[in-house]
């Protein structure tokens, strides 16, 4: 009696495989094509990726309405235009008087297109030191910080037009007509624009610490007088 | 009419082409998904999905010979009636120690004809029938096997271990029966 290897798989192979008659099929042939012809006619749907199309139009809507709608650092004033700065030199031992300060020459400000250059705002005039350099707490500054390139063109600003910034006072400070003090080191910044605008002179004033905290670049209110 | 030559017509379209090749070849592979899945039902279902994704991937395949096609389809028939089992958890098993392989008797062997072979095959445990049927008629190895039901190599080779003792066991009563009717 042969014992085949136990591992031996082709018997089991040769026999299986060539049997290919199941007893008793209660399924024809016929019958099992035409499901499998019903299944090969239908064609595929694909799956509907429109909400991926409405996801990505969405986050880029959003990108463009932040981009549209963020105001930059210099358009928060006047959009559409470039400063240029003159640095002010100052004295802070006595405040200039605004009689002696030139006013600025009428100028229009002409708006920028969106594609043009933007225009370099430049004031005409200069304002004359009081008193001499030797006086004069802060060094000198030359002209305009940020000079502008060449292709850009420069545009006189208007200041009398441009709306200025007003300083906030109170309404007590406008009522009170008390003699102000000689001494204003003391009194607040909106006190001092005050003075500055009701035109009062002081020939003593205490430099003080929050004069020296006080912006370089100033425009002071032309006197509607003049 | 070759199967080459089936093949050729039914890439093109042909429907006539794709009945005979379907006609030809399905009683096979019908009974091919008998040996994993015992529902005839259940059987008729995995070869219809088989036979759909051959003919859908039908464009892209490229004839070499007629063992290459049987091998291909084969591979399709095997991996729907694992999914199918897989779906239905019943790999559930458990490393068993190995047992002493069953020594088949041959000359008993042949005497079976290929019905009976097909019905103890059946008989077997759902593991036990998956396994035996992977690696003595199909070929594959232990670790292909172990990779494709989710089980360890040696889980597999308990299974197989078990399923040969087990047909073993129903040859051997038929062995009986056989020599009964021969005395008679």
């Known amino acids: 009696m042969k014992i085949r290897n136990q591992n031996s798989s082709y018997t089991w192979q040769s026999r299986v495989r060539e049997y290919d008659v199941i007893p008793n099929r209660t399924i024809s042939t016929e019958e099992s094509w035409n499901k499998l012809r019903e299944r090969l006619d239908k064609v595929p749907q694909r799956k509907s990726r429109t909400w991926y199309w409405v996801a990505a139009a969405s986050i880029v809507f959003f990108f463009v309405i932040k981009l549209v709608f963020t105001p930059g650092k210099d358009e928060t004033l006047n959009p559409g235009f470039t400063k240029t700065h003159n640095v002010v030199k100052q004295n802070h031992q006595s405040l200039v008087p605004v009689d002696t300060l030139k006013t600025v020459a009428n100028t229009t400000v002409e708006t920028s297109d969106p594609g043009a250059k933007k225009p370099v705002i430049k004031p005409t005039a200069r304002l004359q030191p009081l008193h001499s350099k030797k006086d004069s707490m802060l060094p000198e500054t030359g002209d305009s910080v940020v000079s502008p390139a060449k292709d850009t063109p420069v545009v006189e600003e208007d200041i009398a037009q441009q709306p200025a910034r007003l300083p906030s006072v109170h309404i007590n400070d406008l009522i009170n007509t008390e003699p102000l003090p000689m001494n204003i080191s003391t009194k607040s910044l909106a006190v001092k624009r005050l003075i500055r605008l009701f035109n009062i002179d002081f020939t003593k004033d205490v430099p003080s610490k929050k004069q020296e905290g006080l912006p370089k670049s100033q425009y002071t209110i032309p006197n509607n007088q003049n | ?184």
């Open chain 2, 1 to 184: 009419m070759e199967l080459q030559e089936l093949i050729s017509e039914a890439k093109k379209g042909c429907k006539a082409a794709q009945e005979v090749l379907f006609s030809r070849l399905s009683d096979n592979f019908l009974s091919l998904c008998n040996r994993y899945v015992k529902n005839e039902a259940d059987a008729e279902e995995r070869m219809l999905d088989g036979f759909y994704k051959f003919f859908r991937a039908l464009p892209q395949f490229r004839y070499e010979s007629d063992a290459a096609v049987y091998a291909c389809i084969t591979r399709i028939m095997v991996n729907e009636c694992i999914m199918q089992l897989r779906k239905k958890r019943v790999f559930n098993i458990v490393a068993e120690p190995l047992e002493r392989d069953a020594i088949l008797n041959e000359d008993l062997l042949d005497k079976i004809s290929e019905a009976e072979i097909h019905v103890l095959i059946r008989k077997l445990p759902v593991g036990a029938r998956t396994i035996f049927n992977l690696h003595a008629i199909e070929g594959c190895r232990h670790d292909e096997i172990a990779r494709l039901l989710g089980i360890t190599a040696g889980a597999s080779r308990a299974q197989l271990a078990r399923a040969r003792a087990l047909l073993q066991q129903s040859i051997s009563f038929l062995k009986k029966d056989y020599e009964n009717k021969e005395s008679k």
